[in-house]
Structure formats: structure tokens, C-alpha cells
């Protein structure tokens, strides 16, 4: 039986100003098994960074506030960690790719000083130097890059180059979880898939577990053993990628997304958008937080909160699945 590593129980997470409040992360739930990749899908402001955020506790303390939640990492619940233990976590048991490869290295420190700097706070710190600057070589070598360019500057790299400096800087310490926040989204098609090729070999060969989150299935659909879509900080279904890829029964916001993907295979296909936008989190509807864009939309959806449909290891937060109702 596969061991959990990290399980979230009712996270919800506000974002307070003193003029209005951001409902981010709406009471989720989700678990990861030791090895397996989790793929977090939603539109841009479901609450897929924050929800990366809050795992490593690294949301603005003036404004964040996590009204409630569990988030157990092998065993421990984080969210009750003192300060230092939280440093000793981040970086050396979970790493985080962020999202813009372009500001998250420092532009006047060398690339490897900077994968330097996580090594020498961590599992390294008292091999010495020549420890470090083997390590270093090392995880460069790893993503691609010649150990020789260590010394470069951040802008002597291309966009994709930098991704990868990123991702040898996340592994360095051999994490056991990697969060990567949509790792492609700033890279062309062909440098695209050398990069998540290089991730999954490098998850495969170092047993790491992985949290995805991308707006793009077809990223999913080649990384993830279990898929959870966000919408509006909720996850509205959930399940393995078999389920969601391969099944019968769907959240129509996840049928949504499939109909506005290309097919090439079928011909002249107009893609069907999903109509309207994304609700404001000041001000959520009430009743089914998709209720405004849904084409099954009925008084009941408009009114109250949904349950989940549960089938095994798939569940769809939705009133058509309820015993009341059906298709």
C-alpha cells in the first residue's frame, strides 16, 4: 500500500485589505502518495498559487490569513511548525519551481552561487566547499547546463535555460516533494516539452513527488498520476488521470475545458469557449460558484452548495450527480 506524504484537509485561504476580502482558497482537500504527481488545473485566479503558497507557508503575512485547514507533511501538520523548522522544510523536503523564471533568479549573483546558497542552508552545510561546488556541478549537469556556465549571471541564459537553472536550484537537496507553479508557461512549444521530458526523468530517477499546476491539460495528461480542476478556489472534481481523461461523467466546467482544446484528429471542429468569466472572490455567488457560465445551471445550483459525487477514487462537486437530479 502506497504511504500518503502530504495530505490538505479543508484549507481555506482570504486575502484581507481593509477595503474588501479575497476568498482565494475555499475549504479543499487533497492528498499525495510518496512518488505519484498531483496536476492542479484552473483558469488564471482559481487559486492554484496560493494553494502552492500556503503548503510552504509562504503567503504575505499583512494581508494572508488561513481561516482553517490541516496541512500534514510526512506525518506533521505545518501549519503548527515554528518559523525555523518551517526554513529546515522549505528548499531541503519541499522545493518550489516558481512561476516566471525570469525574476525568480538574482539577477546579480551568479547561477551557481544561487544553487549554492540552498545547499550551504541545508543537507550540505557542513561538507565544506568542495562538497558544494561538486553538487552544484552536479545538478547542472543534471538539467543540461555545463558545469563551466556555474559562473554565469542569470542573463547570460535564454528563457529556457533559466527554467532550467530554476529546476536544478528546486532539486539540489533532493526533495521529496517539488511544487512546480506552470513551469512552461513562458517557453516555446519545442523548448516546452525538453523541459517537462527533464522533469519527469529527473522525478523518476530521484522518486520525487510532484504538485503540477498548469491551465494546460495536455501538460497533465503526459505528468500526472491524479488530477484535481480549481475553479474559484474550489476543487470541483477530482480523481486519477485515468478518470478524468478517460471517464463518463464529468463537472461540466471540466467538460468546458476539453471543448475549448483543438482536436486535430477530427475535422474543421470549431472549439466551444466557455461563456463569461471567472467570478470576482469579493463577491462569489451563492450556491454553485459556476452556476453564472453553466449550460445545466437550475434554481438549486443557484441556491445552495453542492456535495461531492463520489465513485472510487473520482469526485465531482456538482447538483447534476446528486440523487434529485440527473443528465
Avoid: W
Wanted: some cysteine; aromatic content about 4%; hydrophobic content about 40%.
Amino acid at each position: 500500500m502506497s504511504e500518503k506524504l502530504l495530505e490538505v484537509k479543508n484549507l481555506e485561504v482570504i486575502y484581507k485589505t481593509d477595503l474588501e476580502t479575497v476568498r482565494a482558497v475555499n475549504n479543499i482537500s487533497f492528498s499525495l502518495e510518496k512518488s505519484q504527481t498531483l496536476g492542479l488545473v484552473g483558469e488564471t485566479g482559481a487559486g492554484k498559487t496560493t494553494t502552492a503558497l500556503a503548503l510552504l507557508r509562504l503567503l504575505p503575512d499583512r494581508t494572508a490569513r488561513v481561516l482553517q485547514g490541516e496541512i500534514v507533511f510526512n506525518g506533521k501538520n505545518i501549519m503548527e511548525l515554528e518559523e525555523k523548522e518551517m526554513r529546515d522544510i522549505r528548499g531541503e523536503k519541499i522545493s518550489m519551481i516558481f512561476q516566471d523564471p525570469m525574476t525568480a533568479l538574482n539577477p546579480v549573483m551568479t547561477v551557481g552561487a544561487q544553487i549554492a546558497e540552498a545547499l550551504e542552508l541545508h543537507n550540505d552545510a557542513n561538507r565544506g566547499k568542495e562538497a558544494v561546488e561538486k553538487r552544484v556541478n552536479e545538478v547542472l549537469e543534471m538539467v543540461g547546463i555545463p558545469a563551466m556556465r556555474k559562473n554565469d549571471s542569470p542573463h547570460q541564459f535564454s528563457g529556457g535555460m533559466k527554467q532550467r537553472v530554476v529546476i536544478a536550484m528546486a532539486l539540489a537537496c533532493e526533495p521529496e516533494l517539488l511544487i512546480a507553479d506552470e513551469p512552461t508557461t513562458a517557453l516555446d512549444v519545442t523548448i516546452q516539452a525538453q523541459v517537462l521530458a527533464m522533469m519527469n526523468e529527473l522525478r523518476d530517477r530521484l522518486q520525487t513527488a510532484m504538485i503540477m499546476i498548469t491551465h494546460d491539460l495536455g501538460i497533465i495528461a503526459e505528468t500526472c498520476d491524479n488530477v484535481a480542476i480549481m475553479y474559484a478556489g474550489e476543487i470541483i472534481e477530482y480523481g486519477t488521470a485515468e478518470d478524468i481523461f478517460e471517464g463518463e461523467q464529468h463537472h461540466p466546467y471540466t467538460v468546458g475545458l476539453f471543448g475549448s482544446i483543438p482536436n486535430l484528429e477530427v475535422e474543421a471542429r470549431r472549439l466551444s469557449p466557455i461563456d463569461g468569466l471567472m467570478p470576482d472572490p469579493t463577491n462569489l455567488p451563492e450556491g454553485c460558484k459556476f452556476s453564472p457560465r453553466c449550460p445545466h445551471c437550475t434554481d438549486k445550483c443557484r441556491r445552495e452548495q453542492p456535495a461531492y459525487y463520489e465513485t472510487g477514487t473520482h469526485r465531482i462537486l456538482c447538483h447534476l450527480y446528486s440523487k434529485e437530479e440527473s443528465l
